[in-house]
T-cell receptor
Framework: EAGVAQSPRYKIIEKRQSVAFWCNPI?????LYWYQQILGQGPKLLIQ????????DSQLPKDRFSAERLKGVDSTLKIQPAKLEDSAVYLC????????????FGSGTRLTVV | DAKTTQPPSMDCAEGRAANLPCNHS???????VYWYRQIHSQGPQYIIH???NNETNEMASLIITEDRKSSTLILPHATLRDTAVYYC????????????FGGGTRLMVKP
């Protein structure tokens, strides 16, 4: 089966600019996650969707980050305006609603804010 | 979810078994032990998970102590491609529960 697709693979922007990341999960996977991974650290959950509804966004900095999952399939994560500390890899993962052995992660988008 | 403790780094000789320990002394009865690994420039990859019995699949074996307070991931014949960061995660197995990653163990397999 096709994996979790993410784009772009790399992005460099200046601080205060806006950026958006796109994720296409595995077909049929109801749950979608966005993680932020700062260099040298483990991934940190930003937001979790179940179909097109938000389950948990307690770690999402809502003053600058937003995310949506249209029609319960693709998802976009946006940062506006970006700060230097937002430099990280943004990972998308998906899992079936039931009976799963684990999440499937995409390869991530590496964001550099200069 | 319970917190885990892992050594920050380990070395292993190619072809030998790699034994990666994890302490999870506050694990509760409905929490599973999951292992993921992350190879450089890739997203984390699921390896194995278990509740209380030892588990084995094509990638690795998971040994969980009887009191469930610690576990060991075993890669029976490590190769250079097994060089990665290995994460031990404890969580309940309800659909939709998120994974909470710690710092993991950086395993370096050397020729």
């Amino acid at each position: 089966e096709a994996g979790v697709a993410q784009s772009p693979r790399y992005k460099i922007i200046e601080k205060r600019q806006s950026v958006a990341f796109w994720c296409n999960p595995i077909s049929g996977h109801a749950t979608l996650y966005w993680y932020q991974q700062i260099l040298g650290q483990g991934p940190k959950l930003l937001i979790q969707f179940q179909n097109n509804g938000v389950v948990d966004d307690s770690q999402l900095p809502k003053d600058r980050f937003s995310a949506e999952r249209l029609k319960g399939v693709d998802s976009t994560l946006k940062i506006q305006p970006a700060k230097l500390e937002d430099s990280a890899v943004y990972l998308c993962a998906s899992s079936p609603q039931k009976g799963y052995d684990g999440y499937t992660f995409g390869s991530g988008t590496r964001l550099t804010v200069v | 979810d319970a917190k885990t403790t892992q050594p920050p780094s380990m070395d292993c000789a190619e072809g030998r078994a790699a034994n990666l320990p994890c302490n999870h002394s506050t694990i509760s009865g409905n929490e599973y032990v999951y292992w993921y690994r992350q190879i450089h420039s890739q997203g984390p990859q699921y390896i194995i998970h278990g509740l209380k019995n030892n588990e084995t699949n094509e990638m690795a074996s998971l040994i969980i102590t009887e009191d469930r307070k610690s576990s060991t991931l075993i890669l029976p014949h490590a190769t250079l491609r097994d060089t990665a960061v290995y994460y031990c995660i404890v969580r309940s197995n309800n659909a939709g529960n998120m994974l909470t990653f710690g710092g993991g163990t950086r395993l370096m397999v050397k020729p």
